[in-house]
């Protein structure tokens, strides 16, 4: 198992300061929910805590400070989904999943290896034939292609930002019904998510970005609060608890448009 190390972690994109003094840690095996308004800087620290953003601060893997890392070594330990797909690439589905296993094969090829991406595949619960075009594809559909070529490696550290933004209640509870067993089985998870309940009820910690820094960081009950997420979000939420797992709930707040 990997844990994920982050330390005063400061990122910039010209003069904006988009993340301040960031540290957490999430041990191997476990999961953290990161949260927050839009602009908050979610997306920065999934970004430098992939490697993939210049920062001041340290990231480490275990005990390994990603910057020491070449990316052959960095795509072998921890995998990272963007929230935007890429670019629309002729590839079928199937070769889409294989470039997960790329830094596997000694030049960079994509290894054919068939049954490890219908796993991956399945593990995601996409529909469709692993021969049809990506860029055929709706972005839920592509959503799952880019999660299976995350998981197909199996690697310690999954890293992603909002996985289920384009997923319907189907695909939602599949994926939650693996990154669960992923976390099981000792992989350690570090997912944003919009959907607050969500996060509640994957994720045994939560951290709430504002304005780059960590506004609250604990269990989803000491975290999702109205008191903390009218602060952080600026509205009023209504705060109740899932039926049969007790976890926090967040929804919209009536009084907010009456
Ligand atoms: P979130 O994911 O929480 O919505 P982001 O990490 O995307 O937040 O953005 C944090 C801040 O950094 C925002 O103010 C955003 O405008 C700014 N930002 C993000 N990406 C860039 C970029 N490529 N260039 C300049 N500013 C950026």
Not at 81 to 87: G, R
Not at 96 to 105: E, F, K
């Amino acid at each position: 198992m990997t844990s994920l190390t982050v330390e005063a972690l400061t990122a910039s994109y010209d003069t904006t300061v988009a993340l301040q003094e960031v540290s957490f840690t999430i041990p191997g095996g476990a999961a953290l929910g990161l949260i927050g308004p839009n602009g908050a800087g979610k997306s920065t620290l999934i970004k430098a805590a992939a490697g993939l953003l210049p920062k001041q601060g340290n990231v480490h893997y275990g005990d390994l400070e990603v910057e020491a890392l070449s990316m052959r070594e960095l795509a072998a330990l921890r995998a990272y989904v963007p929230q935007q797909s890429e670019a629309a690439l002729p590839y079928t589905v199937a070769e889409a999943v294989a470039m997960g296993l790329a830094h596997q094969s000694r030049f960079y090829g994509t290894p054919a290896e068939p049954a490890r991406v219908a796993r991956a595949l399945a593990e995601v619960g996409f529909e469709k034939s692993a021969t049809a075009r990506w860029d055929h594809l709706s972005g839920g559909e592509q959503q799952q292609v880019l999660l299976a070529r995350a998981l197909v490696a199996s690697p310690d550290v999954l890293i992603l930002d909002e996985p289920v933004s384009a997923l319907d209640f189907k695909h939602r509870t599949q994926l939650v019904k693996t990154l669960k067993q992923r976390v099981a089985q000792g992989a350690t998870l570090l997912v944003s998510l919009h959907d607050l309940a969500l996060a509640a009820l994957l994720c045994e910690r939560v951290l709430l970005l504002a304005h780059g820094r960590v506004l609250a960081l604990g269990t989803p009950h000491e975290v999702l609060t109205p008191e903390i997420l009218g602060a952080a979000y600026g509205v009023p939420v209504v705060c109740g608890t899932h039926p049969t797992l007790h976890t926090p709930t967040v929804e919209l707040d009536p009084r907010a448009w009456q």
